[in-house]
């Protein structure tokens, strides 16, 4: 099953740059978009970066996303506290017909 | 501003069914996507699958396919995720979340989790 591939943490000290990767296929983050959702355990999920480097509106300019072939990354510039959180990727999967998530990073501020 | 609102949590039993619901406001219900996604303890978010609100047209993913049901109720712009056979793998929280505008664009609204638990 085609899945994507994200390393299970990374971590960082107040005012860091973390780099999170997703690796995946041709047929889902070769060919299709890739989204970011944060996500506090308890709370519901929020959409973080869509279409590979876009932020919704009121997401920092700290968070920023690149995709390059089939592989893509979030970046986190300024760590800061309230970034502890577990970050997924996602995207359509053109093979299944359907959404893959990444395992998911947990993202902890030292 | 947007929200979901999810029902509250449920214990089954296997081979028994539990339908989820997912109330919506602060966005037009009949113009977006409504998606369904659950996570197991320690497992990864796992798509379920979609209606298209406006149309009714469903999509699931295939391990999916036989046992999940996605409704929508226009007039309380409330969707619903039903799925029977429930076995104890079932056991996670579902997450609905919505296209607002173009799901390439994200799931940008979430609800907040209804934990399933399938227990004898």
């Known amino acids: 099953q085609s899945v994507l591939t994200q390393p299970p943490s990374a971590s960082g000290t107040p005012g860091q740059r973390v780099t999170i990767s997703c690796s995946g296929s041709s047929s889902n983050i070769g060919d299709n978009w890739v989204h970011w959702y944060q996500h506090l355990p308890g709370t519901a999920p929020k959409l973080l970066i869509y279409?590979?480097?876009q932020r919704p509106s009121g997401v920092p300019d700290r968070f920023s996303g690149s995709r390059s072939g089939t592989s893509a990354s979030l970046a986190i510039s300024g760590l800061r506290s309230e970034d502890e959180a577990d970050y997924y990727c996602a995207a359509w999967d053109d093979s299944l017909r359907g959404w893959v998530f990444g395992g998911g990073t947990k993202v902890t501020v030292l | 501003q947007m929200q979901l609102v999810q029902s509250g949590p449920e214990v089954k039993k296997p081979a028994t069914s539990v339908k989820v619901s997912c109330e919506t406001s602060?966005?037009?219900?009949?113009?977006?996507?409504m998606q369904w996604v659950r996570q197991a303890r320690g497992q990864r978010l796992e798509w379920i699958g979609w209606?298209?609100?406006?149309?009714?047209?469903?999509n699931y993913a295939q391990k999916f396919q036989e046992r999940v049901t996605i409704t929508r109720d226009m007039s309380t712009s409330t969707a619903y995720m039903e799925l029977s056979s429930l076995r104890s793998e079932d056991t996670a929280v579902y997450f609905c979340?919505?296209?607002?505008?173009?799901?390439?664009?994200?799931?940008?609204?979430w609800g907040q989790g209804t934990t399933v638990i399938v227990s004898s």
């Open positions: 209606i298209v609100v406006g149309s009714g047209n469903t």
């Open positions: 279409r590979n480097n």
């Open positions: 979340a919505a296209c607002t505008t173009t799901c390439s664009a994200g799931m940008d609204v």
């Open positions: 602060g966005f037009t219900f009949t113009s977006s996507v």
